[in-house]
């Protein structure tokens, strides 16, 4: 096996290694008390479900943020990666990070070009995200991966509910 070969085969292991940890033990899996925004996701085709809600400051940075729902693993853990790197951010970053994390799991962008669309001080948080880019393999898992981020975008711009169909919830700036 070549080197190339073996680091590949060590990130796949560590990828798998973060969505099983966070889809067993999912953090910030609540709703989040005096909520400015809550909305819902639901992927009909495997059955996830998510509700996503967020308390912003008058200033745009997410206070506090949570879901809670229930789905397959890479459903549940996505969630739970999501919450913990967007809280305390901004929601021009949450905007950048959606669009990064979209990214990724379409295949679109590697994790590499996926933090330069991001401030350098995410990109500890893009290399934590880049453990959901191995469902750009399976099509179908793409829209389970992008559920709760699609959620968080409705919660954000104030509608509540959300969609991963295409051309929907693909934000330049969300408002609180």
Known sequence: M?????????LTALYQEIILDHGRKPRNSRLV??????????????GDRVTVSARVSPD?????????????AISIASASLMTDV??????????????AVQGMCTGTHDPDHA?????????????????????RQFPSRVKCATL???????????RAAATTEPGHAQPDHVQP
Do not use: Y
């Not at 070549?2 to 060590?10: F, G, H, P, S």
């Not at 008390?33 to 495997?46: D, F, H, I, K, V």
């Not at 709760?148 to 104030?158: K, N, P, R």
């Open 148 to 158: 709760a981020w699609h959620a968080l975008v409705s919660c954000l711009e104030g």
């Open 2 to 10: 070549t080197a190339a070969a073996e680091r590949t085969d060590d």
């Open 33 to 46: 008390e005096q909520a400015s925004c809550t909305a819902q996701g639901n992927n009909p085709l495997c």
């Open 60 to 72: 745009g940075f997410i206070d506090d943020l949570g879901a809670e729902g229930r789905g397959c």
């Open 86 to 99: 967007l809280k305390g951010r901004s929601i021009d970053d949450a905007a950048r990070v959606f669009r």
């Open 115 to 135: 933090k330069t669309l991001v401030s350098p001080e995410l990109a500890d948080g893009i290399d934590r995200l880049a453990a959901l880019s191995g469902v």
